[in-house]
């Protein structure tokens, strides 16, 4: 028998730094397939390298890049056993549209995860059991979804509220495919990492900032300790008792905005989400 064979699959997206690069070298070896995807081809490429991870780059921006990225995974694997949807940051909701004409907060942070998630659902569905983490934010507690306002047109959009907005959302997606996707084995949890000394921010002038300066050693914790509630999660797998839960760190039940349990926001959020990619 070969014994290193793999038998398991888990995909990570944002592998190509931060939380989710640490999750990729903790949760590599030879029996795992692991898939990584980030929008730097270099810097994915080096954690490839490190891992054996089979690498494919796509910016979140463009939703046509989403359905690419999902085209070629589903390609390369017979079913996903583990989905860390974690690539995401914090942009400027003022200065640029995404290439789909969306608020960049809301495409990149909820609605491109939504779209490549569902365009895995066959692969995820494949085995006995799947899991799919959510990386989402105590900033959560900061946002307030509008779903006749998800592009921010209506509202004045600021930063920590528009990226608030796309954490929330992330739990909202979380207790939708908890509640839609039980059937077919598929069980969901979201986590917030804590405040982690990452890239973060780079993609904002201003959190990029606060990130920056040598207070980060006091305010942020490592990477390494960032990923720790992601690699837990992956290690666990579908275990039905955290679906629908969101984790603040190893904390279920974490601190969340009280539109997060909403039962009619949770649905419409996935039909409205559905709506604008076209699912
Ligand atoms: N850091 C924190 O304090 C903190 C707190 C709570 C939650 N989070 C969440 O944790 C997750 C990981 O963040 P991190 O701290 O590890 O940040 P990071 O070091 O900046 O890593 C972010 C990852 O997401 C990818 N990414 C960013 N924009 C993308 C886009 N448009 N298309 C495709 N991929 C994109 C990056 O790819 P490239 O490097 O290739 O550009 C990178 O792999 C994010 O969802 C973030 O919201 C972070």
Same mark, same amino acid.
């Given at each position: 028998?070969?014994?290193?064979?793999?038998?398991?699959?888990?995909?990570?997206?944002?592998?190509?730094?931060?939380?989710?690069?640490?999750?990729?070298?903790?949760?590599?070896?030879? %029996?795992?397939?692991?898939?990584?995807?980030?929008?730097?081809?270099?810097?994915?490429?080096?954690?490839?390298?490190?891992?054996?991870?089979?690498?494919?780059?796509?910016?979140?921006?463009?939703?046509?890049?989403?359905?690419?990225?999902?085209?070629?995974?589903?390609?390369?694997?017979?079913?996903?056993?583990?989905?860390?949807?974690?690539?995401?940051?914090?942009?400027?909701?003022?200065?640029?549209?995404?290439?789909?004409?969306?608020?960049?907060?809301?495409?990149?942070?909820?609605?491109?995860?939504?779209?490549?998630?569902?365009?895995?659902?066959?692969?995820?569905?494949?085995?006995?059991?799947?899991?799919?983490?959510?990386?989402?934010?105590?900033?959560?507690?900061?946002?307030?979804?509008?779903?006749?306002?998800? %592009?921010?047109?209506?509202?004045?959009?600021?930063?920590?509220?528009?990226?608030?907005?796309?954490?929330?959302?992330?739990?909202?997606?979380?207790?939708?495919?908890?509640?839609?996707?039980? %059937?077919?084995?598929?069980?969901?949890?979201?986590?917030?990492?804590?405040?982690?000394?990452?890239?973060?921010?780079?993609?904002?002038?201003?959190?990029?900032?606060?990130?920056?300066?040598?207070?980060?050693?006091?305010?942020?914790?490592?990477?390494?300790?960032?990923?720790?509630?992601?690699?837990?999660?992956?290690?666990?797998?579908?275990?039905?008792?955290?679906?629908?839960?969101?984790?603040?760190?190893?904390?279920?039940?974490?601190?969340?905005?009280?539109?997060?349990?909403?039962?009619?926001?949770?649905?419409?959020?996935?039909?409205?989400?559905?709506?604008?990619?076209?699912?």
């Amino acid at each position: 028998m070969n014994t290193s064979a793999p038998n398991k699959t888990i995909v990570i997206t944002g592998a190509s730094d931060g939380i989710g690069a640490v999750a990729a070298r903790a949760l590599a070896g030879a %029996d795992v397939n692991l898939v990584i995807t980030g929008r730097s081809a270099d810097k994915l490429d080096a954690v490839a390298q490190a891992t054996g991870a089979t690498a494919f780059t796509a910016d979140f921006a463009k939703l046509d890049d989403v359905r690419d990225l999902a085209e070629q995974i589903a390609r390369h694997v017979d079913g996903i056993d583990v989905l860390l949807n974690n690539a995401g940051g914090t942009f400027e909701p003022n200065k640029l549209r995404t290439v789909d004409g969306h608020e960049p907060n809301f495409q990149i942070g909820h609605l491109s995860p939504f779209l490549l998630t569902n365009l895995l659902h066959p692969p995820l569905a494949a085995d006995d059991g799947a899991l799919v983490v959510n990386t989402s934010s105590i900033a959560n507690l900061v946002g307030h979804v509008d779903l006749d306002d998800l %592009d921010w047109t209506r509202r004045r959009a600021f930063q920590t509220r528009c990226y608030g907005t796309a954490k929330l959302e992330n739990i909202l997606f979380t207790r939708g495919i908890a509640k839609r996707w039980a %059937d077919d084995g598929i069980v969901s949890a979201a986590v917030h990492p804590g405040p982690v000394g990452s890239s973060f921010g780079r993609d904002s002038f201003f959190v990029g900032l606060a990130y920056r300066t040598p207070l980060r050693r006091f305010a942020t914790i490592t990477p390494e300790k960032g990923a720790e509630p992601l690699i837990s999660l992956a290690q666990r797998g579908a275990d039905p008792a955290v679906n629908g839960v969101y984790f603040e760190r190893h904390k279920p039940n974490g601190r969340e905005s009280r539109q997060a349990h909403d039962p009619a926001l949770i649905d419409g959020l996935w039909t409205r989400s559905a709506q604008l990619v076209g699912l």
